[in-house]
Every structure is written in structure tokens, then in C-alpha cells.
């Protein structure tokens, strides 16, 4: 079965620091997503992007987020200085016309 | 922006029993309605889904209703079994069927 999968599992980065976390969402999938989950809280959008733009963001998703897709697979989120309160878990997703297929999520720790 | 409440918060059932949990949502352009499981370190899964043009859709022991002129939705499990037991969200989407606003979960806990 198809599915999202997210590298690094687990980041531990000092504040301050520039981290890129990556996807690689499902192959005939046109959208793809972030989310974040802090610790026991719920799943907050990021971001969505479509045909190689950002379609929607956040309040959450301010100018130190950037998303990419270098190339036809890959799929970056980039905080270019990290906070103490970025820490929490990053989650991929992508879809068609129905609801989103997640990654495991990367663990990122800011210390 | 959409607006979703989620109840309850924490769900204790025996196994065997049902498990029902509620969504209100606020934008009535919502037309598509996802459920997630999520368990302990993984990312949320889509279990079941439903579009406005329905009002009840079931997949095996799991069920959603929708009623859109009260803007609510639950999800019913019946025969729940131990391992039914995790975090569930509610998510209302805008016109962007992947893109979500999530409730808050519910942890469901289903005692052998």
C-alpha cells in the first residue's frame, strides 16, 4: 500500500538553527501538506501547496517557513531559525479528493 | 476560518460496547467530513469520510452520521475491541478535501 513516508524521525537542533524536514508524499497525489502536533495538543494545518505553489497557509506559517519541491518526489519544510517553541511533530500529508494521507511525522526538539 | 469542537475529550468503554463521538463545525461550506485514528507515535490515519450529499455512511464496525442543517457529525463504533483504543479527530475541511481543521481528539480507551 502506498504511502507518505518522512526523514529524519527524530531532529534535535539548537535554537536558532535552520532545519529542513522531508517527505516524500504518494505518487499520484497533487497536494501535499504540513502539519504540526505539539505534544498532546491537536493537528494544526501549515500549509498546503498545489501545481508547485503554496495554495493556502497558516497564522502558524510565518516568514520563518518556507516549502519546496526540488525536484518530482521530494517535499521540504525549512524553519530558517528555530525556536524553543517549534518543537513538536511535523507531519506530511497528501492527497486527491478526499482526505489527507499522513507520514509518521518527524519529531523535531529544539534545544 | 472553520471552527470545530469535538466531544468528548476522553471516552472510556468496555470491550464489546459502542463508542460514539461528536463533531460540531461552523462554516457551512464544509461539504466533506474525514474521521482520523491516531495511535501512540504514528501519524493520524483516515478511517472513513463523508460527503455532504450523504447522511450516513458505515464501514464495517465503524459509521458516520451527518446532519447538516444542525452541523454536527459523530462517529459510532460498535463491537469495540482494545485495539480500537486511541486518539480520535474529527477534521472539517474548507473546498481543499486535505486540508483540515482538526478538533481537539479524543482519546478512546476500550477496557478487555
Known amino acids: 500500500e502506498p504511502e507518505v513516508t518522512q526523514t529524519p524521525s527524530h531532529q534535535v537542533t539548537q535554537m536558532g538553527q535552520e532545519v529542513i524536514l522531508r517527505c516524500v508524499p504518494i505518487?499520484?497525489?497533487?497536494?501535499f501538506y504540513w502539519y504540526r502536533q505539539i505534544l498532546g495538543q491537536k493537528v494544526e494545518f501549515l500549509v498546503s501547496?498545489?501545481?508547485?505553489?503554496?495554495?493556502?497557509k497558516s497564522e502558524i506559517f510565518d516568514d520563518q517557513f518556507s516549502v519546496e519541491r526540488p525536484d518530482g518526489s521530494n517535499f521540504t519544510l525549512k524553519i530558517r531559525s528555530t525556536k524553543l517553541e517549534d518543537s513538536a511533530m511535523y507531519f506530511c500529508?497528501?492527497?486527491?479528493?478526499?482526505?489527507?494521507?499522513f507520514g509518521q511525522g518527524t519529531r523535531l526538539t529544539v534545544v | 476560518g472553520e471552527n470545530v469542537e469535538q466531544h468528548p475529550s476522553t471516552l472510556s468503554v468496555q470491550e464489546g460496547d459502542s463508542a460514539v463521538i461528536k463533531c460540531t463545525y461552523s462554516d457551512s461550506a464544509s461539504n466533506y467530513f474525514p474521521w482520523y485514528k491516531q495511535e501512540l507515535g504514528k501519524g493520524p490515519q483516515l478511517i472513513i469520510d463523508i460527503r455532504s450529499n450523504v447522511g450516513e455512511k458505515k464501514d464495517q464496525r465503524i459509521a458516520v452520521t451527518l446532519n447538516k442543517t444542525a452541523k454536527h457529525f459523530s462517529l459510532h463504533i460498535t463491537e469495540t475491541q482494545p485495539e480500537d483504543s486511541a486518539v480520535y479527530f474529527c477534521?472539517?475541511?474548507?473546498?481543499?478535501?486535505?486540508?483540515?481543521?482538526f478538533g481537539d481528539g479524543t482519546t478512546l480507551t476500550v477496557k478487555p
Open positions: 477534521a472539517a475541511p474548507g473546498l481543499d478535501a486535505g486540508k483540515s481543521t
Open positions: 505518487s499520484n497525489h497533487l497536494y
Open positions: 500529508a497528501s492527497s486527491t479528493d478526499r482526505g489527507a494521507f
Open positions: 501547496f498545489y501545481n508547485n505553489e503554496i495554495s493556502e
